[in-house]
């Protein structure tokens, strides 16, 4: 399948909200904490069972990333947003039928499995299209793709706790509003798939340098340098420190102040994961932008330090003070979206635009750990804690101190970044003169 080409006079400003309609609708993973205490109410899950098709889900994100980055690379973004609209909503409709007949494993095959190679396939598709569109700005324009994944729960969270509202949070409402969802997100999905193009030509289209400047690695040659997994490690830190609160965040505020005169109710705990959102899509856009100012090594001492630090005022302040809780959590969800959005322009910077989207979906396999590592940490922690007798913010102080540990892990794996070797380019004039062909070649 090749890949739709813009026309003359095709605005690269009309690629940006394409890729918006497919990332804003798979965001919605970031919305699951609202369906855990329903789903574990009329199923009777644990908190660590009903992460189960949550955690599956970007495990299969990052596995059918990495797969599937260069079939991405190959056929190009129309076909690969079509294949994450099929995958995506029928994971859905899979899940729905699992909620009617309370059958779990039908929901973590629908939402987990098949949903999450929809997550995978979609989160990708339009990465490496932006950067030769925006070869002058690639933090900038990455940012506006993948900020609508952390904004997706924005719209998400309160829509899907008004439905359960409305049709009830039995399984049988539970199925209602995952169909409603299937549905709604094929329709929304199919624009991007319309909308999007490829530029004609590889030559600039803003003001700066070719996409092909400076020096292009393989995707094959990439995972083979050390900059490569010293930026898995640092994105794997970054997103396991990040995750673990996003997917619990609801049942988390709930349990943290519930020994306080200032309880968390279930709609106030849903508003907490939709400020979340919002911290996480501007995150996404803002810390991204700014990289382009700053560098990308420095944005990620921020991510990963400052990130720590709020980790230890959460920790110590305990149940003390809610606005400082909030805050904390705010501005550690703004890093954990600024380090997905700033990690494209990264892999640019050190590789180069040649298959830039094959090496991002192979760096997303960090995202699969994380995305077992975060939830797996505070859900495990706190049913033992909870089994102990424990409750209120004791809950999570273990979970708190262990990810200011994995963030420290993250920052000297930064430091340890340095410019790719020469050895692992390919040879310039191919890079420079048949950048066509190459970008044929499977990785």
């Known amino acids: 399948m090749s890949p739709p080409v813009a026309p003359p006079g095709w605005s690269r400003w009309l690629v940006p909200p394409a890729a918006l309609s497919v990332h804003l609708s798979i965001g919605q993973a970031y919305a699951w904490s609202v369906f855990k205490p329903p789903l574990e109410s009329a199923l009777g899950l644990s908190g660590t069972q009903s992460a189960l098709p949550f955690q599956l889900g970007i495990v299969m994100l990052g596995l059918s990333a990495a797969f599937g980055g260069t079939l991405v690379e190959r056929n190009g973004p129309r076909w690969a947003m079509t294949v994450a609209l099929i995958c995506f909503s029928s994971g859905f409709l899979l899940s729905a039928l699992g909620a009617a007949t309370e059958q779990y494993w039908l929901i973590v095959l629908g939402y987990g499995f098949v949903g999450g190679i929809g997550l995978g396939i979609g989160y990708i598709s339009p990465v490496s299209t932006l950067i030769k569109w925006f070869p002058d700005r690639p933090g900038m324009a990455t940012g506006i793709a993948i900020m609508g994944f952390g904004g997706g729960a924005l719209i998400a969270s309160p829509w899907s706790a008004q439905m359960l509202e409305s049709f009830g949070a039995d399984s049988s409402g539970i199925a209602l509003a995952f169909l409603v969802h299937g549905l709604s997100y094929a329709v929304f999905m199919l624009l991007g798939v319309l909308l999007v193009r490829v530029p004609r030509t590889e030559k600039p289209v803003g003001d700066g340098p070719s996409v092909f400047d400076g020096p292009q690695v393989s995707a094959r040659n990439a995972v083979r ?113 600024g380090g997905f959005a700033t990690i494209p322009a990264y892999l640019k910077d050190l590789f180069g635009t040649y298959q830039v989207g094959a090496i991002h979906g192979r760096l997303l396999t960090a995202w699969s750990t994380a995305g077992v590592l ?47 070797h020469p050895r692992h380019h390919i040879p310039a004039p191919e890079s420079k003169e048949a950048p066509d062909v190459q970008r044929q070649q499977p990785a």
Not at 314 to 336: E, H, M, R, T
Not at 387 to 413: C, H, N, P, Q, R
């Open 225 to 337: 340098t050390p900059q490569f997994w010293c930026l898995w490690v640092v994105l794997c830190m970054n997103v396991t420190a990040g995750i673990g609160i996003l997917e619990k965040a609801a049942p988390m505020i709930t349990d943290f102040f519930a020994n306080t005169s200032t309880t968390v109710s279930a709609s106030a705990a849903a508003g907490f994961v939709a400020l979340l959102s919002a911290a996480n899509m501007a995150g996404r856009i803002g810390w991204s932008s700014t990289s382009d100012l700053i560098g990308r090594k420095n944005i990620y001492r921020l991510y990963l330090g400052a990130g720590a630090l709020m980790y230890g005022l959460i920790a110590l302040a305990g149940d003390s003070s809610k606005p400082l809780f909030i805050l904390c959590a705010l501005v550690i969800l703004s890093f954990y979206g």
């Open 374 to 420: 975060g939830p797996l940490i505070v859900n495990w922690i706190a049913d033992r804690q909870e089994e102990a007798g424990k409750d209120g913010s004791s809950l999570y102080t273990m979970s708190l101190f262990i990810m200011i540990g994995l963030l420290a892990v993250g920052f000297v794996a930064n430091e340890l970044v340095r410019p790719v």
